[in-house]
T-cell receptor, first 117, second 113 residues
Framework: AQSVTQPDIHITVSEGASLELRCNYS??????LFWYVQSPGQGLQLLLK??????LVQGIKGFEAEFKRSQSSFNLRKPSVHWSDAAEYFC???????????????FGKGTLLTVNP | EAQVTQNPRYLITVTGKKLTVTCSQN?????MSWYRQDPGLGLRQIYY???????DKGDVPEGYKVSRKEKRNFPLILESPSPNQTSLYFC????????????FGPGTRLTVL
């Protein structure tokens, strides 16, 4: 069964500081990995995605993530956080399953980011 | 513009009053899915559909029904809503020949009193 763990429920950083949000996944085949961001009262916005190739992927808003197969991780990073980055962040895993029919994304429970001025 | 639309965006209803949340996509995607989001639980899949007239249960299907009579539409039906179905609902679609990138609707916030 596929699963995603985001170990940090809540993270607080100061504006301008660097950020790393952790994500560990379990998946029986080649995973497709995603990070979404959700601002209060808003929908889901895709930040970045990994399908194959270069393990360091760049996304929108200055975010990047690194896929490490040996550690089953897909951590999200940003070198300098802005106040507008305050939101909830979700990591998700999915993929094509041989013989399967469900393209379900399995989400982590989210990490809430607070940014102090 | 490629998009997934949901209606209504907000709904307050009472226990037992049947309701339907509509979902429509204009990308000709075969696969569509419904998720619910609850605090501390992330998003969980309710139902999915691989194509017209092909639907199946996700992880939390109890209390919900779906139909897929047209490729673009995938309504979520709550025949007898209960307070534990108060949640934020997202519809999603994807092209099955690709990389499983799912396009999400804006969400429907449902409150059942």
């Amino acid at each position: 069964a596929q699963s995603v763990t985001q170990p940090d429920i809540h993270i607080t950083v100061s504006e301008g500081a660097s950020l790393e949000l952790r994500c560990n996944y379990s998946y029986g085949a080649t995973p497709y990995l995603f990070w979404y961001v959700q601002s209060p009262g808003q929908g889901l916005q895709l930040l970045l995605k990994y399908f194959s190739g270069d393990t360091l992927v760049q996304g929108i808003k200055g975010f990047e993530a690194e896929f490490k197969r040996s550690q089953s991780s897909f951590n999200l990073r940003k070198p300098s956080v802005h106040w507008s980055d305050a939101a909830e962040y979700f990591c998700a895993v999915g993929g094509l399953r041989s013989g399967g029919s469900n393209y379900k994304l399995t989400f982590g429970k989210g990490t809430l980011l607070t940014v102090n001025p | 513009e490629a998009q997934v639309t949901q209606n209504p965006r907000y709904l307050i209803t009472v226990t037992g009053k049947k309701l339907t949340v509509t979902c429509s996509q204009n990308m000709n995607h075969e696969y569509m899915s419904w998720y619910r989001q609850d605090p501390g639980l992330g998003l969980r899949q309710i139902y999915y559909s691989m194509n017209v007239e092909v639907t199946d249960k996700g992880d939390v299907p109890e209390g919900y029904k779906v139909s897929r009579k047209e490729k673009r539409n995938f309504p979520l039906i709550l025949e007898s809503p209960s307070p534990n179905q108060t949640s934020l609902y997202f519809c999603a679609s994807t092209y099955t020949g690709g990389n499983n990138e799912q396009f999400f609707g804006p969400g429907t916030r449902l409150t059942v009193l």
